[in-house]
Structures are given as structure tokens and as C-alpha cells.
């Protein structure tokens, strides 16, 4: 990887040691955040990894468009994350790659397998919401941010915030409820 940045920053005319030792910082920080930010939205570790990669390699790209304050760094860097794994399920929805089935459901206290059913099952609901409305979710839900720091993150509003997490909920006790019932 550090082959692949240092080529992004020649390539952008960034050739000084300074803005490396920054974007290094920046990995440090925040690239295990954004894995599982990534692998939560995506479901899968590979997937997840290179959308990691991809989201480091355009603040090599475009070093100067990160901003400077530790805060807000990491806010671009969850938009850019966010907004390619929005590219993503774009690309699979045009393909027609999208899963819509939810798998069988088994009884969770039955041990770890049906715990991996249920996980599959979790992951497969939230795949159906679009992709911001699932960052707000696995941010909140999973990730366990206050409102106003996923705000600053994605940029939006709290009341946007709300509105998604609301919404969201709706959606996903509507796939999860059991056959037959109503949430």
C-alpha cells in the first residue's frame, strides 16, 4: 500500500515527505474505524478492505482537499467512504447484483450457527436500506455514535440524522419482523 500512496502523491505533485507522515498519521487514526464502518455497510472483509484502500488512496489524490483539523479529517474520510460504498451498491443495482432475499431465520439461542444466521440475516436487512440511511444506522446502532457526531461526519444535518434513524428503524423491524406479523 505504501507503494501505491507514494505513486498517488507523485502523481498529484505532492512530492514533499510531509503530507506522507500526514496521510500516515491519518491511517494510524482512523483505518480500523473505517473497516468496520465499510465492512458493516458492505458485508464483506474484502469489499470492505478496498473500499479502505480506495477511500486513503483519493486523500493521497487529493491531499490538499483534506481538511486540516483532526475532527474534520475524519469527517471526510467517512463521506468518502460513505459516498463510495453509495458508488458501489449503485453499480451492483445497475448490474442487477443486489440481493433482496433475506436468509432463513433460526431460533438465536440455538448457538453459534444460528448466531451466524442471525447476523446474515441482520446484515441482509440493512443491505436493503440505501446507502446513507445505512450509514446513519451502523453508525448509530452499531458503531454506537451520538447523533451530532454522525452529523458532523456525513455532513447532514441532525434532524436528517433523526429522520434516517427513524426511518431506518421502520424499514428494518418491517424485513426482520417473523413471517405473518406486523411490526
Partial sequence: MDRLITDALAASGLRTRDPLER????????????FRLALRLLGE????????????????????SVPAGARDAEAWLVRVAVNLCRDRFRRRAVRGEVATELPDRADPASGPEARAVARRTVCAALATLPPRRRAVVVLHE???????????LLGIGRVT????LAAGRRALAHCLAPAGAQP
Wanted: no cysteine; aromatic share 6%; charged share 30%.
Fill in 142 to 152: 452499531l458503531e454506537e455514535l451520538p447523533v451530532a457526531k454522525i452529523a458532523q
Fill in 161 to 164: 440524522v433523526r429522520w434516517h
Fill in 45 to 64: 472483509r474484502e469489499e470492505a478492505r478496498d473500499l479502505v484502500q480506495e477511500s486513503f488512496l483519493r486523500a493521497a489524490r487529493s491531499a490538499g
Fill in 23 to 34: 496521510l500516515a498519521g491519518l491511517f494510524e487514526a482512523h483505518h480500523e474505524r473505517l
